[in-house]
């Protein structure tokens, strides 16, 4: 009987540990994504592996989530996670280059829960003619002057985007690639054969959210269907 009475006395301290341990891990908060590795620079089109470190609190904790985290680009034309095998496996994909390229992962805070946490990192594929000295092959380059533009809500702010030929006079169509709710954008001229430049203007809605938005302008170049990138950082006040 004794015997018995400690068996059911060590099921019950067991079940009640587990539950503890159950809550903690239901409680444990994911506080920050630190992506590795960052500010990567890229010649050809090597496979970069990526890993998301989470920093949990409740308790202390950190660990590698890269396969429970969603893997994007803002520039997929030219970077992707493009292998389903390995999502955290970033390869460029040989048709464009550009600098200051944006690498996100996020996840969600807690299943069921809409609220998210990212982490980002940036990526610099070096440009380059025929393919010998860059990763795409582009026969142009693109700067932006100022690149970290700063514009209250309701106004506007002027990016000049410089064309630079590495060989012939390409023509490059611009334009800004998935521009944020609240941000328009339009181009002084449109087109542009290189060497020149184009005015962008960045018109910011007066119910625009202060904050620091990435933008990355693209120019593409019909006849070579040739992509190059660069990116500014627009501060909204």
Same mark, same amino acid.
């Given at each position: 009987?004794?015997?018995?009475?400690?068996?059911?006395?060590?099921? @019950?301290?067991?079940?009640?540990?587990?539950?503890?341990?159950?809550?903690?891990?239901?409680?444990?908060?994911?506080?920050?994504?630190?992506?590795?590795?960052?500010?990567?620079?890229?010649?050809?089109?090597?496979?970069?592996?990526?890993?998301?470190?989470?920093?949990?609190?409740?308790?202390?904790?950190?660990?590698?989530?890269?396969?429970?985290?969603?893997?994007?680009?803002?520039?997929?034309?030219?970077?992707?996670?493009?292998?389903?095998?390995?999502?955290?496996?970033?390869?460029?994909?040989?048709?464009?280059?550009?600098?200051?390229?944006?690498?996100?992962?996020?996840?969600?805070?807690?299943?069921?829960?809409?609220?998210?946490?990212?982490?980002?990192?940036?990526?610099?594929?070096?440009?380059?003619?025929?393919?010998?000295? =860059?990763?795409?092959?582009?026969?142009?380059?693109?700067?932006?002057?100022?690149?970290?533009?700063?514009?209250?809500? =309701?106004?506007?702010?002027?990016?000049?985007?410089?064309?630079?030929?590495?060989?012939?006079?390409?023509? @490059?169509?611009?334009?800004?690639?998935?521009?944020?709710?609240?941000?328009?954008?339009?181009?002084?001229?449109?087109?542009?054969?290189?060497?020149?430049?184009?005015?962008?203007?960045?018109? @910011?809605?007066?119910?625009?959210?202060? =904050?620091?938005?990435?933008?990355?302008?693209?120019?593409?170049?019909?006849?070579?269907?040739?992509?190059?990138?660069?990116?500014?950082?627009?501060?909204?006040?």
């Amino acid at each position: 009987m004794k015997g018995l009475l400690f068996r059911s006395v060590g099921a @019950v301290i067991g079940l009640s540990c587990l539950l503890a341990a159950l809550s903690c891990a239901r409680d444990q908060t994911l506080d920050w994504l630190e992506i590795k590795p960052q500010n990567v620079n890229l010649t050809g089109t090597p496979t970069i592996i990526y890993t998301a470190i989470g920093h949990y609190s409740h308790p202390a904790q950190q660990r590698d989530i890269s396969t429970q985290v969603t893997w994007q680009t803002d520039a997929p034309s030219i970077i992707a996670f493009s292998d389903p095998a390995h999502p955290n496996y970033l390869i460029p994909t040989g048709l464009g280059c550009g600098t200051n390229l944006g690498v996100l992962a996020f996840v969600y805070r807690h299943p069921g829960n809409n609220q998210e946490v990212h982490g980002g990192s940036s990526v610099n594929v070096n440009c380059g003619s025929g393919g010998g000295g =860059g990763g795409s092959g582009a026969d142009f380059d693109l700067s932006a002057n100022p690149s970290n533009p700063s514009v209250a809500a =309701g106004g506007t702010a002027q990016i000049t985007i410089s064309v630079t030929a590495l060989s012939g006079a390409p023509m @490059v169509d611009l334009a800004l690639q998935l521009p944020p709710a609240g941000i328009s954008a339009a181009f002084n001229p449109p087109t542009v054969s290189a060497p020149n430049t184009s005015v962008l203007t960045l018109t @910011v809605s007066p119910s625009a959210t202060a =904050g620091t938005y990435k933008l990355t302008i693209v120019g593409t170049e019909p006849l070579t269907s040739s992509t190059v990138a660069v990116s500014v950082n627009l501060n909204v006040t």
